[in-house]
């Protein structure tokens, strides 16, 4: 192995450790929580978070395998099987993104009928969806023998061998990211940036309320009208951070692998095979950033891990505490005999 080889192995090992620990965490603040669970949006952070755990335990070991040994891992069916998963898995991630961008979008701009909108029932449809058409373009791809090892990117993957079938697998490539990250993208897009212009112009509102506030206390002490004016500049700052992680996020990690695919198909240009093998590791980090982004460093997720890791250290603590009692008290029975 080279000294490439064994850093990108070593990235893999890591992107795996961080998003089953990551998502782990999430999946138990769901099943710890009854407000979590209560809320619509849940549904769609536990089918995100399922799909991420699928892909860290499949495919992503399956790739470190392609990248020691530098060939298909198993048989050609369980390559078929990993390579059919992660289409579908990474398909299903990006419509559960476009999908919570859709919940946002009902919920800010039109809060008073948010829960006649977007009910269970009403995910629940949004969420069959996202699987049949998460579904459908493997189930093309397998019937086809489109699924296959591909050295480039190591992994299992979509992959065509046959010569004669190279004009429909770039018609069928070009429309499943066209369906896929470009539809999920444009979503995105679209509801966030509604978002983030009715976050502005409750900002302004409050802003002028806050400066109409400041004028009127005359004997206001300096310091607390600089904390007033901070923190309206952290307020117009908040929603443009949120927003602009939430898209900028989906396409570091996802842009590249896609980019690279096309170009591979085009033969526009020769592609490095680290270079293929990095841009299928930024895809695989979308799985170690979207508990961070999307569940463990909102507030309600945070006091929730927070609970559950105060939960366990008081355990420990007792039972290490009537451990401790206990050998004391022997120690004092074996002296009295």
Partial sequence: MSIWEVILAFVVVVLMLVALLANVLVLMCFLYSADIRKQVPGLFILNLTFC???????????????????????????????????????????????????????????????????????????????????ASFPIVAASLSWVGFHHLYASCTLYNKKPEDRTQFVIFTGVFHTLSFLLSLIVLCFTYLKVLKVARFHCKRIDVITMQTLVLLVDIHPSVRERCLEEQKRRRQRATKKISTFIGTFILCFAPYVITRLVELSSVAHINSHWGIISKCLA??????????????????????????????????????ALTSESHNRNILQLNE
């Fill in 52 to 134: 991420n755990l699928l892909m860290t335990v499949l495919n992503m070991p399956l790739t470190l395998a392609g990248i020691i040994y530098k060939s298909q891992p198993g048989g050609d069916q369980i390559c078929h099987i990993v390579g059919f998963l992660e289409t579908f898995l990474t398909t299903n991630s990006m419509l559960s993104m476009a999908a919570l961008s859709i919940d946002r979008w009902i919920a800010v701009v039109f809060p008073l009928s948010y829960h006649s909108k977007m009910r269970y029932r009403d995910a629940a449809l949004i969420l069959s969806y996202t699987w049949l058409h998460s």
């Fill in 284 to 321: 695989y980090s979308k799985a170690v950033s979207d508990p961070f982004v999307y569940s463990l460093l909102r507030h309600q997720y945070k006091k929730t891990w927070k609970d559950i890791i105060n939960k366990i250290l008081k355990r420990s603590s007792i039972n290490s505490s």
